[in-house]
RNA sequence: GCGAGAGUGGCGGAACUGGCAGACGCGCUGGACUUAGGAUCCAGUGGAGCAAUCCGUAGGGGUUCGACUCCCCUCUCUCGCACCA
């Protein structure tokens, strides 16, 4: 703790952060301030951050993020909102069980034990959570609801189980997640990744992609940048289906194009080395072999002709057959036309393997005459006007998609399709600390999932954890053996467990139910969602800007869809708050740049630590750390704590002046002040939640305050009524400090509990205004004005003044531009 | 490569709808109090100049009485997507 005073020079008590926020601490958890319930006459507002993951201590991106959810749930609940504002943990995950492997501790007791020791920290920085709604994801009570979830979904034919290609780590024999996979290689033991087709369950999240685009029209209070993202993800095209058979058989090829017009243009087909065709039309497996090395590899175009050629359609040409890295199997049907003179990928293509270019489509009328055989430089991907496209030569692009589409539906070779990027999500893991998925396999009934009443299926304590071999419970006997639900008989379980992102996607919802409550059926609206949701304001990170968010929109719909509830978006507002950053890179571990909340608690307190966080930079931008700035808002916070101190008796006698009463012209001015400060204050925060000018225009007001001395009992009064006008705006950001004053001038219990303070707007206002003088858009002069004078006397006190008069001299005056109580413009000839 | 956003003092950042560029904080300079000051308080602080004044919001052009703000071009940085046919 730095010295602020030394003990001979100040007898007021000096500011303790440690005992007032501890006092304050206790108080709120004692009276339960924070605690909400649904109340159908009051409005409502659900504000909430994005759940940690307990791995073992906050971090100042946590700091950071629950500080301005804080401001933003303090701040409503003054304003007389009926506040939700919880918290949890996103408990299940892949830490925990590589802390099993290699402490052997058991994942259960590593992510309690730090469950509880994050929630003191959360406890110590004061934010006002209503603790009895605490989810925790990996408690049976949870997960539960996961697997009901899963069961409904399989019901609805919304889950599904299917062979698919995985991102499979060989040696932690693992199937690893997009973002686990860096490099090509595995994040954990740095192997390299390889694709391996697996069983696994999947959600059909594209049976919702067409709704969950077209309502990205709906979120028009997220940022724009994360509606582009999410659209982007799911990435709709218009296009054809096409249908090439394969010279001399009956086989079909299909393709997936969005240029159906360029179809005269296709000079080659190519097929997805994973395409079921090409392993069946290339006899040659090592170069086929060759091809899918380097599939899904940007560097360069590889390609293997099959000997084959495809017959197209709409003009019976013969083209060859190649198989080509560069084609995903995931997307659309794995097979492409290349048409290189309209596609810089076939072009590329095309160029490398010696193959023929055919121009098909014009910019314009004039450049029709393109010298045949002449060298493109590059594809031409535009839309124009189809050449060389026998009947529909003539037609621009955008018709003849119409009339090609329609022409190859009339003769059956193919039809208009719409395509997603968006893919159905693999939601199994071969890990332990997961959700059960809660499916049975019996030989007699095949795949049968867990009754409703069987739930919740419970993930086994007793399994070891050796970091090889794959899931523990495959080692698990009493979890394995189990008897099927339909037939009695003997039956296995599934050993897979569900992606943690599952947890995440309704956890919001859960948070409503209250703890020990979560319960849901189909068969009635749930009064509590019903008044709670949506969440009216959401606060986290933008890297979970895709995925969480698209999986909570996604299960947000599901519910709704069960009867739950009427609503379809989770998350009326949201904030993507940016990074903490030090020494111009992000705070990572790895990087040692970290700073430890706890130790910055200890030394300054929770107050100082939220009040730092929110003032440095507005919300959605990042945070460059500076241990000078905090020591910053240290300072301003002790000078408010000396300030009342010294006149605490004076404070303590003067009654409000109830923002009326007439002083000193000091006293005049301070109160003016401030109710502009409130007003700023106010307005600020309702203006994207922009908390560093909120705070600026606080210590504006602290500047002022400082240099008033009160002697008179009038002047006390306004004195007073600044003093608790600025406790009150500072209670969402410093709630501890506010507190503790509110309660040293006298006033009773507690300030959280007072209305958020209105301003007078003809109190606010100025009766004089600088004007500020230009000549030509030069700044030649400034004086003061009363406001609101007419612009005729503006303009006449503005040519009158020496300055002015002297600088126009013998000139003409053109124009005079007057802006009301800002500025005059005198514009003069030579 | 494509898409989005950003570039303002020594630093973090302000600036309504086109109207005083640099609020507020940090740092720095000077002073007060002091045995001392890395505490606190007061004053100053974009650059150049004795001054009047001039120059300044990545760079260049434009629109305008007036541009950090609008338009065009260039550069740099950050983020997202990266062969989605």
Redesign the pocket.
Known sequence: M?????GDLMVEERYDPKTVEQKWQNIWEEKGLFRTGADAAREKFYCLEMFPYPSGKIHMGHVRNYAIGDVIARYKRMQGYNVLHPMGWDAFGMPAENAAIKHGVHPSKWTYENIRYMKGQLGKLGLSYDWDREVTTCSPDYYRWNQWFFIKMMEKGLAYRRSSYVNWCPSCATVLANEQVIDTRCWRCDHAVVQKELEQWFLKITAYAEELLSSCDDLTGWP??VV??QR?WI?K?H?AEVDFTINGTDDMIRI????PDTLFGATFLCL?PGHPLSAALVADSEGLEKVTAHY??????IGLFTGSYAVNPVNQEKIPIYIA????M???T?A?MSVPAH?Q?DFEFAKKYGLPVREVITQSESSVSHVPGAELAEAYEGEGVLVNSGPFSGLASSEAKQQISAWLAEKGRGKKVI?Y?LRDWGISRQRYWGTPIPVIYCDACGIVPVSEQDLPVILPEDVKFTGTGGSPLLESESFLQVSCPKCGGRARRETDTMDTFVDSSWYFVAYCLGKDNITFSGKSLNPELSYWMPVDQYVGG??HA?LHLLYSRFFTRVIRDLGITCASEPFTNLLTQGMVIKDGAKMSKSKGNVVDPDYLINRYGSDTSRLFSLF???PE????W?D??V??AY??L??IWAMVQRHQNGLRAAASAGGKTSASDKGRALLKKTHQTIRKVTMDIEKEY?F??A??AM??LV?DM??FEPFEDQDMRVFRFSVENLLLLLCPFTPHIAEELWERIGNGPSISQQPWPAWDENMAADEEV?L?I?I????RG?LMISAGLPDEQVREIALKDSKIAEAIGQKSIR?V?I?KG??V?I?IGE
């Open positions: 730095p010295e602020l005073f030394s724009e940048k582009v993202m982007n990435g095209s296009g997936f194009t969005t240029r997805s899904g590899k940007v560097d360069e175009k890295n560069f084609v995903l995931e997307y659309g794995g492409i596609d990928r395509n990027k933008v890297e895709v440095a930079a507005p931008k990042d945070l460059e500076s000078k700035g020591e910053g300072r301003f002790n000078r922009h560093n000018t705070i600026a210590m504006e500047n400082s240099g600088e500020v230009q030509n858009g030069k700044l400034k124009k531009i802006i800002r500025l413009n514009v």
